[in-house]
């Protein structure tokens, strides 16, 4: 597997991997993130997404990975800069993500941030607009945009990524005409896929909670199927980040194990109490 290319999970705290990633009981002073950092080489932040994080929260995560040197986060954009756009922001909003961001960018554990849009943003000049302005907040970070709309598949819409010196999100998810298929899209200097699963039945569905959508195990093929795509991005990128988030019970953790065995073409470090949820972990446990 090639040195700059890195391979994890979107979070690492879900009530559903106690037992199931995570030993239960516990044993005395565990800690999931450190235990988590000893299997997978990333970790997506979630929680930055939602609010910007106190600055020592990021300290308190550099010190927990420490035992994997080649340990990198990426970390999400707080939602307000991508799914509240009904007003301008302020730079006290800008600020309180930096002051937040900043120990893990001092750190040099901070691979990317990953600037996150719904499907509801296609590639209009507005929308452009309102990005350009996004990434001139914060570009001293490398940034990554995850789009979900096909019309950000445009050579105009792709060339304006690259003007902007950002780089692109590729993704796997269900798809129809208006979403994007499985790419490997380079842009900037960062490489990014992330899998969130295929389960039609429940991505269009606004009934189901957020945890249902991502209920999904990849197959062997399937996984298989993105290793050109995977390669190739580590090719032409500086680093390259894989992510799977289909977190339900452990699957992402799952499924990133296989990528990481078939990637390197050596079996894994596997939690023990994995591979009786997922027998197909047997073939590339240590």
Not at 101 to 116: D, E
């Amino acid at each position: 597997m090639p040195q700059k290319l890195f391979v994890g999970t979107a979070g690492w705290s879900y009530p559903d991997w106690e037992g199931t990633v995570y030993p239960q009981p516990k044993p005395p002073r565990f800690d999931p993130l450190s235990f988590l950092a000893g299997y997978v080489d990333c970790i997506e932040i979630n929680t930055t997404f939602y609010r910007p994080a106190p600055p020592s929260y990021a300290e308190s995560w550099t010190k927990r990975v420490s035992r994997n040197p080649r340990f990198r986060f990426t970390a999400k954009l707080w939602r307000r800069f991508t799914h509240e756009r009904e007003a301008p922001w302020d730079q006290s909003e800008v600020q309180a993500v930096k002051t937040g961001m900043a120990p893990l960018h001092a750190s040099g554990k901070l691979g990317c941030v990953l600037v996150q849009f719904p499907w509801a943003f296609p590639s209009t000049s507005e929308n452009r607009e309102w990005l350009k302005k996004v990434v001139s907040e914060f570009r001293e970070y490398p940034l990554v945009i995850e789009v979900r709309h096909v019309s950000w598949l445009s050579d105009e819409s792709l060339d304006s990524l690259r003007d902007l010196g950002v780089s692109f999100c590729n993704i796997d998810q269900p798809y129809t005409r208006s979403s994007i298929k499985p790419t490997s899209h380079v842009t900037g200097p960062v490489g990014y896929v992330r899998f969130h699963g295929r389960n039609y039945s429940a991505w269009f569905d606004k009934k189901v909670g957020r945890d249902l959508r991502y209920d999904y195990l990849y197959s062997e093929d399937e996984l298989r199927s993105w290793l050109p795509r995977i390669l190739t991005l580590a090719d032409s990128a500086e680093q390259t980040f894989v992510i799977t988030n289909n977190h339900v019970q452990g699957k992402g953790l799952a499924n990133a194990l296989q990528l990481k065995a078939m990637l390197t073409g050596e079996k894994q470090p596997v939690p023990k109490d994995l591979p009786s949820l997922y027998p197909e972990l047997a073939a590339i446990a240590q």
